[in-house]
């Protein structure tokens, strides 16, 4: 049967999300308060990252956050401050930091990522699209052997679950990547990975979904939302009044702020990313991460961008010219041959990511609102993700049986 449907949010998670509903037959409007050209999902690293198995609230991280709490340039930094939603968040990331739980989320977090990385492949193969898609693996670069060390028990630990990966020297590593003039003392390979170039694939996905009926509508703020019962009835915009079968919230880091407008309460703190895009020729073949540093380096079409660090410090979007300073320092630390221009630092961009406390998505219904459905929470994921999300939610509202047990990503679980 078909619906209406009103998308929230304009990212990757909302533009997916829109296209596997219209596919099912339903009438679906997107809005968002920008003009779908910013954000966390044209500034990412552009991974399809099936290799990510271990959450971001992983044993260790707490005393990592604690003992960079005030130094403004590590990769992950948290701005100390008194905000209870912030506390209450901190508290359930500490519950959700053991190894038990995180060894639990393993094999969720796999399936969603090699589910994804299958559907990208489809639209790829449809021919609906002409994006830039390479499946090159990922190179987890490391300069310690303590950093070598640590990524290849998680890389033993993929293997397990089915993925293929190597443990490289420096020499196998200048085999494949022969030019970038990488400085390091061996890599841990994850063939599963691919990446993508987000503004190319975000471009063509709003052209197919216009010309296939789907209304993208931008600079439209949510104002009120009007419930009757345990239904949204409609919802209030900057410039319309808008009734709807089904709602979708996809609204990232602005979600549990905007959860409340329905009395749902979802814990999400805002985490921060830079990218740098370098145009010169770098000879970077193959997407990596410097281990160390916790920078993230894709080849994409006609640049290469050097992406990291996650900032929580709340839902702004003030460019903090130390940490963009940081990612340039440790590229060229790691390239010998690279060299990152002042104009180039000067036109970082940043994008604030959804961190569940967990490191799992929300993607489903909550029982206080039947026909709410959240697609959020995706953390670094959320490119990987997106048409997992979308096809879940596709799913969901249309009454079809689920591509994937999507239990471990309830709505309701920390309530």
Same mark, same amino acid.
């Given at each position: ?157 993929? #293997?397990?679950? !089915? ?7 420096? $020499?196998?590593?200048? %085999? @494949?990547?022969?030019? &970038? +003039? ?66 979708? #919230?996809?609204? !990232? ?7 409340? $407008?329905?009395?749902? %309460? @979802?814990?999400?703190? &805002? +985490? ?13 073949k193959i997407p990596a991460i410097l281990m160390e540093a916790k920078v993230a380096v894709t080849p994409m079409d006609g640049f290469t961008r050097f992406a990291g660090t996650m900032e929580i410090g709340g839902i702004n979007h003030k460019m903090n010219n130390t940490r963009v300073q940081a990612i340039a320092n440790a590229a060229e630390k790691y390239y010998s041959n690279l060299k990152i221009e ?74």
């Amino acid at each position: 049967m078909s619906k209406s449907i009103i998308i929230i949010g304009g990212g990757i998670i909302g533009l997916c999300s829109a296209y596997y509903l219209q596919k099912e037959g339903h009438k679906v409007t997107v809005i968002d308060k920008s003009d779908y050209s910013s954000g966390a999902s044209y500034v990412n690293a552009g991974y399809i990252t099936p290799s990510h198995i271990i959450s971001l609230a992983a044993p260790g991280m707490i005393n990592k956050g604690i003992k960079w709490m005030f130094n403004s340039s590590s990769p992950f930094y948290v701005k100390p401050r008194l905000d209870l939603d912030f506390l209450k968040w901190s508290c359930q990331f500490k519950k959700s930091a053991t190894k038990a739980k995180v060894e639990k989320a393993i094999p969720v977090i796999k399936d969603i990522n090699l589910l994804s990385r299958e559907l990208y492949q489809e639209m790829k193969n449809a021919q609906e699209f002409d994006f830039f898609h390479q499946h090159k693996g990922l190179l987890m670069c490391y300069q310690t052997d303590k950093a070598g060390d640590e990524e290849w028990e998680t890389g033993k630990r993929a #293997i397990k679950e !089915g993925l293929k990966v190597e443990h490289l020297s420096r $020499k196998q590593v200048q %085999k @494949i990547e022969p030019n &970038a +003039g990488l400085d390091i003392k061996g890599a841990v390979y994850y063939h599963s990975d691919a990446h993508m170039t987000p503004n190319n694939f975000m471009e063509q996905l709003k052209v197919y979904l216009k010309k296939n009926g789907v209304s993208v509508l931008g600079n439209e703020e949510v104002l009120d939302v009007n419930i009757s019962g345990n239904k949204v009835t409609s919802i209030t915009t900057t410039n319309l009044d808008i009734k709807s079968d089904e709602f979708v #919230i996809a609204t !990232g880091a602005w979600s549990q702020n905007f959860a409340k $407008k329905f009395g749902i %309460k @979802i814990p999400i703190q &805002a +985490g921060k990313g830079y990218s740098i895009n370098v145009k010169k020729e770098t000879n970077i073949k193959i997407p990596a991460i410097l281990m160390e540093a916790k920078v993230a380096v894709t080849p994409m079409d006609g640049f290469t961008r050097f992406a990291g660090t996650m900032e929580i410090g709340g839902i702004n979007h003030k460019m903090n010219n130390t940490r963009v300073q940081a990612i340039a320092n440790a590229a060229e630390k790691y390239y010998s041959n690279l060299k990152i221009e002042s104009k180039e630092k000067e036109a970082a961009r940043c994008g604030l990511r959804p961190l569940s406390p967990d490191g799992l998505p929300y993607i489903g219904k909550s029982t206080k609102c039947k026909n709410v459905t959240f697609a959020t929470g995706h953390a670094m994921m959320g490119w990987s993700l997106g048409p997992a999300t979308g096809k879940l939610v596709s799913e969901i509202i249309s009454d079809k049986p689920y591509s994937l047990n999507i239990y471990p990503f309830a709505v309701d679980r920390f309530s």
